[in-house]
């Protein structure tokens, strides 16, 4: 999928544990975009990131998860305290860059998601 | 609210007919639209987008077209194969806003050999 690295590719959590995702851009890229997809459901916005910024969280859950695109590494998706609810495919996305005028840049790829089992 | 709708959940057609897979959206900021491809397991894969200033787009079986005034697109693909068989994903943004895709919830295309 367009090189966008995500690990790992199945993660399983006790209830009340915490779930790191990690994703790498595509080479040049320096947007994230976080996307859950909850069974028989769409994918939902969750953040976007440019490197040491949030830029979008209006789809993170207000508690519990948070999200960081460092310098240095990759992004990272961070859930506290795991419950059933938050089992779900969560997909990283990057894109090139954001210009108004410019669309081609407004093409986003995504990696092979990370899918998470709290038991 | 759902901005992006995909009302027909699933669509079956026989091997080297036309697919056709229809999508609505109601926010009319939205300038930029694609299509993604997804199989079990996998991550979404892009297909083809259109921008607003165009009404069609083409790209090898796939083409994209797109009426603004209806607030609709379309996908079709011709002729169709069974390696076409997975989830299509109309999805849309608007330039500038940071680029994030208010998906559709999806089409699951089955091509019949």
């Known amino acids: 999928n367009a090189g966008v690295m995500q690990n790992p590719r199945h993660l399983v959590r006790r209830r009340g544990q915490e779930a790191r995702l990690r994703c790498s851009p595509m080479k040049g890229h320096s947007h994230v975009y976080w996307y859950r997809q909850l069974p028989e459901e769409g994918l939902k916005f969750m953040v976007y990131?440019?490197?040491?910024?949030?830029?979008?969280e209006s789809g993170m859950p207000k508690e519990r998860f948070s999200a960081e695109f460092p310098k240095e590494g990759p992004s990272i998706l961070r859930i506290q305290q795991v419950v059933r609810g938050d089992s779900a495919a969560y997909f990283c996305a990057s894109s090139l860059r954001v210009m108004k005028g410019d669309l081609s840049g407004n093409t986003i790829y995504f990696g092979e998601g990370s899918w998470l089992t709290v038991v | 609210d759902q901005q992006v709708k995909q009302n027909s959940p699933s669509l079956s057609v026989q091997e080297g007919r036309i697919s056709i897979l229809n999508c609505d959206y109601t926010?009319?900021?939205?300038?930029?639209f694609l299509w993604y491809k997804k199989y079990p397991a996998e991550g979404p894969t892009f297909l083809i987008s259109i921008s607003s200033i165009k009404d069609k787009n083409e790209d090898g079986r796939f083409t994209v077209f797109l009426n603004k005034s209806a607030k609709h697109l379309s996908l079709h693909i011709v002729p169709s194969q069974p390696g076409d068989s997975a989830v299509y994903f109309c999805a849309a943004s608007i330039t500038g806003a940071n680029s994030k895709l208010t998906f559709g919830k999806g089409i699951t295309l089955s091509v019949r050999p």
């Open positions: 990131l440019q490197k040491e910024n949030i830029i979008d």
């Open positions: 926010n009319s900021m939205f300038d930029y």
